[in-house]
């Protein structure tokens, strides 16, 4: 079972090679985030004429987030059931082959002095509450997408430069892996503990991706029960590298199911 993760930077900018890509590597699901697009406006039809399925929340100009699967998914919930906002723009959950997949585009946070700082904090308390709720490290557990956080130093260039960066600030790496304390692995970083190796690439800093100064803020986080089963991952720097990109690029993962 192949799984996939990729920020758009809006879907409807980024179908051919969102297209391509499916058609290249058909994924079991493709985890999108960023799709910027309300739903009465979502481009469905080329993705089912392809011969996919897709659940999708969005919004006009901002967040949204989409499951694209060979088989159409079950159980699709949007959003937290936690009774504040339920930001389901930011949040999919579905059964996908057996798998329970999170897809989810964690607060980027703006600025240290923001209230969206101070919320991308709580959105990851929240999140390890709803883990908690609702499933069990024994179970098939998918956690992907975009999380605004580089883990550790190896996880962004020139990290000295970047202690009050909102993606790498202490608090937001404790907040993560209280997050991943439920009981998730890096799924990438078992196949490659290297440094140096990233997922998003700004689109200001010239020649970037030659240059590899990035940051890796796409993961794959699985339950003890299905990183067991984990034979492969990857970063695709290739759609990255085409014309209009998406400043990020697609992170995928293989599961011997």
Avoid at 43 to 66: D, Q, T
Avoid at 216 to 222: F, I, V
């Amino acid at each position: 079972m192949k799984i996939a993760t990729f920020n758009a930077n809006s879907i409807r900018a980024r179908m051919e090679p969102i297209l391509a890509w499916l058609a290249q590597h058909r994924p079991d699901a493709l985890c999108i985030q960023e799709t910027k697009v309300q739903d009465a406006e979502f481009p469905r039809a080329p993705l089912e004429a392809a011969g996919w399925h897709v659940a999708f929340c969005g919004e006009k100009s901002y967040n949204g987030v989409a499951l694209i699967t060979k088989q159409p998914a079950t159980d699709v919930r949007f959003g937290f059931d936690d009774g504040a906002q339920a930001d389901p723009t930011r949040l999919v959950c579905a059964q996908v082959g057996g798998v329970t997949i999170i897809n989810t585009y964690v607060p980027q946070g703006r600025e240290l002095t923001h209230p969206m700082f101070a919320y991308k904090l709580e959105w990851f308390r929240r999140l390890r509450r709803y883990f908690d709720r609702h499933f069990k490290p024994t179970g098939k557990v998918l956690w992907c997408g975009d999380l605004n956080v580089a883990a550790t130093p190896q996880d962004v260039h020139s990290p000295e430069l970047y202690e009050d960066h909102v993606c790498f600030h202490p608090d937001v790496r404790r907040g993560f892996a209280a997050t991943c304390e439920w009981g998730l692995t890096d799924v990438f970083r078992k196949f490659h503990p290297e440094p140096g190796r990233y997922s998003f690439f700004d689109y200001r800093t010239i020649n970037a991706v030659k240059r590899n100064i990035g940051w890796r803020l796409d993961y794959l986080l699985a339950s003890p029960a299905l990183a067991a089963r984990a034979t492969a991952a990857d970063i695709d720097l290739g759609p990255r590298q085409q014309p209009k990109a998406s400043d990020h690029t697609p992170v995928w993962a293989e599961f011997d199911l």
